[in-house]
């Protein structure tokens, strides 16, 4: 079973930046697709960034610009720096791991997921 902590959370204002940073239990290398999600109040669960085994990165509309994820493989963690924040931004932000395994032919996908670290935007 593999660990994902999350931390760099907290109240910012707007226009400020945060750097959030995701530390798995197993190197880097085991995931193919490192992802940061976020949940606010009363909404369900959304995709805001992710990036690959080979460095290839994907952002929702409202972040691209103003969000960069980014792998590092020195100390085996994940990071979202998060800039020009703005109140809609305002939720707990989840990291995501996807390792695939398994021969070719019967590879098998697992997810694994943190706790969350809360992230609030507000003057």
């Known amino acids: 079973q593999v660990e994902l902590v999350e931390s760099g959370g907290g109240l910012v204002q707007p226009g400020g930046s945060l750097r959030l940073s995701c530390a798995p239990s197993?190197?880097?290398?085991?995931?193919?697709?490192l992802a940061w999600y976020r949940q606010a109040p009363g909404k369900e669960r959304e995709f805001v960034a992710s990036?690959?085994?080979?460095?290839?990165?994907s952002y929702i509309e409202p972040v691209k610009g103003r969000f960069f994820i980014r792998r590092h493989s020195t100390n085996d963690t994940v990071s979202l720096q998060m800039n020009s924040l703005k109140p809609e931004d305002t939720a707990v932000y989840y990291c995501k791991a996807e390792e695939q395994r398994g021969p070719v032919e019967r590879v098998q996908t697992y997810h694994y997921w943190g706790q969350g670290t809360q992230v609030t935007v507000s003057s």
């Open positions: 197993a190197s880097i290398s085991r995931f193919n697709v």
């Open positions: 990036i690959s085994r080979r460095g290839d990165t």
